[in-house]
């Protein structure tokens, strides 16, 4: 008998003194719990997530399909061109075009054709500077910024007798602001500040040291552009053509 109440008495004393503070301290435990931060949110996980840019396009896009059998026919014409002409060598023409646009677009927002004079052919120099002159006699600044050339399809090229005659076109696609601002006091006249996409037809003529821009055309002229095909001599044609594939020479006539 006098065990069972010893037992008894361990077992009131455990529960007053051990289990009650143990009960106390769990319960003060939760409620700090409830107020404390383990980790961030999923919310909190998605907003430090870097967002990808969206850069809105600006005019009208050409679209892939509409381009896409030219492209090929016309990197098979520069594949064959290139083994006896480097000037025709893809990564070439695509640099040419691409330093072309961003001096061109350089020099029109510093309005002084002093680093194209040499880059491009009397006619559109004279365009340009018909530009120029019209955005000081308005006191405008048109701005483009940093532009940057993201894509060069060359589209058509013309190689008949006489380098003379050569030229090349591409579709080049770049990414820049395009604004207008006035000289002195730099206010905003026409557009926004924000960066867009835009493309543009770009023809190159080749004189005795380089390429030069010979026209630049908006991509509403896309129809035109592309109803062009690329020439070749004909005896040159006749070469290609043994090893073309025949929807290439579709887009392939002869001079």
């Known amino acids: 008998m006098q065990a069972i109440l010893f037992i008894i008495r361990g077992v009131l004393f455990f529960g007053i003194f051990v289990g009650i503070p143990v009960l106390i301290f769990n319960k003060m435990k939760a409620e700090a719990d409830r107020g404390k931060k383990y980790g961030p949110t999923l919310d909190e996980v998605l ?9 809105t396009f600006k005019g009208e896009k050409v679209p892939d399909w509409q381009i896409v059998a030219r492209q090929k026919a016309t990197k098979a014409v520069l594949k064959f061109l290139e083994c006896t002409d480097n000037w025709f060598e893809k990564k070439y023409i695509s640099d040419v075009a691409d330093e072309a646009f961003r001096l061109v677009k350089e020099a029109v ?7 194209i004079e040499n880059r ?3 006619d559109f120099l004279e365009e340009i500077r018909t530009e120029i002159k019209k955005l ?3 006191r405008e600044l048109h701005i483009f910024g940093r532009v940057e050339v993201t894509d060069v399809d060359v589209l058509q090229v013309e190689v008949p007798t006489g380098k003379e005659n ?3 076109t591409a579709l080049i696609s770049a990414r820049s602001r395009d604004f207008f601002e006035d000289d002195e006091s730099g206010e905003l006249i026409r557009g926004d500040k924000k960066e867009y996409c835009h493309q543009e037809f770009w023809t190159f003529r080749r004189s005795e040291n380089r390429w030069l821009v010979e026209l630049v055309q908006p991509t509403t002229d896309a129809e035109t ?3 062009a095909k690329s020439v070749l001599a004909i005896i040159d044609l006749e070469e290609f053509a043994k090893d073309a594939k025949k929807e290439h020479l579709q887009h392939v006539a002869a001079r």
């Open 109 to 115: 927002e510093a309005r002084s054709v002093r680093a």
């Open 166 to 168: 050569q030229t090349f």
């Open 225 to 227: 552009v592309l109803a």
């Open 136 to 138: 000081k006699k308005e």
């Open 120 to 122: 491009v052919t009397p």
């Open 47 to 55: 907003e430090g997530i870097p967002q990808k840019k969206v850069i």
